[in-house]
């Protein structure tokens, strides 16, 4: 079986290290601290392999190159946003493929917070890091996208399997709970969840990974195709709705 070591790093990012104990091979998920990651690596007599980025963001891929120089590894990044992304030797686009040992893992288009952002599903894992496209109960902000762009990108995400496990690349969810509640406040899968979100982090502990199924059933921007979110909101289609609620939730 596959191992994520999920660590804090920065001010509120996550660091992943994706890790095969059959080859012994190490994926860095984004190099937002490579001092962090070099350190949990050697902690527990990892080697890294290979780094994946998500986006070309500093707080994801600003450690590639120190990393490299420690490591002699390869790099993987999404081809619109390579040539901002130091090192890379491979560019990827939705549908590729790529491997840590015998685990494919599955590029996915999900530009919107960046034109070429892209995630990566482990299909025999069941498991996705979906950098900062979407969020537990929320999406990233549109800095570079369009709003039909960010829409299909978050529809690739719900086709997933529903017990798939997303990796995101950020603690924001107390935040964001309590801009999906503003946003559904009739939800009742949503109130259990902030419940939980709220207990969780009194102790001080991470609200990522989340299941898929419980984001579309409880995520705002997951739930802008849905009749309540478009009552609410307004919309002709759920692009539109999308649109308003990432405006609304910029301000909030």
């Not at 840590?100 to 960046?114: E, F, L, N, R, W």
């Not at 935040?175 to 902030?194: G, H």
């Amino acid at each position: 079986m596959l191992e994520v070591h999920q660590f804090p790093c920065l001010s509120d990012n996550y660091g992943f290290l994706l890790h095969d104990p059959a080859t012994q091979e190490t994926v860095c998920i984004d190099t937002p601290d490579a001092e962090a990651y070099l350190r949990e690596a050697h902690g527990r007599g990892w080697q890294i392999t290979q780094i994946w980025n998500t986006h070309w963001h500093p707080d994801h891929a600003g450690g590639n190159a120190i990393i490299k120089a420690a490591t002699g590894c390869t790099i993987a990044a999404p081809e619109e946003d390579s040539h901002k992304i130091e090192g890379v030797d491979r560019t990827l686009t939705g549908g590729d493929t790529l491997r840590i040992g015998s685990y494919t893992a599955q590029v996915i288009d999900v530009g919107g917070h960046t034109h070429g952002h892209i995630a990566y599903y482990l299909p025999e894992a069941r498991l996705a890091f979906v950098g900062d496209s979407l969020f537990a109960l929320g999406c990233g902000r549109m800095f570079e996208g369009t709003a039909p762009q960010f829409w299909r990108s978050l529809e690739r995400l719900k086709q997933l399997p529903p017990e798939t496990l997303l990796y995101c690349a950020h603690e924001y969810t107390a935040s964001n709970a309590r801009f999906a509640r503003y946003a559904d406040p009739d939800n009742a899968a949503l109130a259990d969840y902030i419940r939980e979100v709220e207990h969780l982090r009194q102790r001080g502990l991470p609200t990522v990974p989340m299941k898929l199924e419980r984001e579309i059933a409880t995520n705002p921007f997951l739930r802008a195709d849905s009749d309540e979110l478009q009552r609410r909101w307004g919309g002709k289609d759920p692009v539109e709705t999308f649109a308003t609620l990432r405006q609304a939730k910029d301000t909030f």
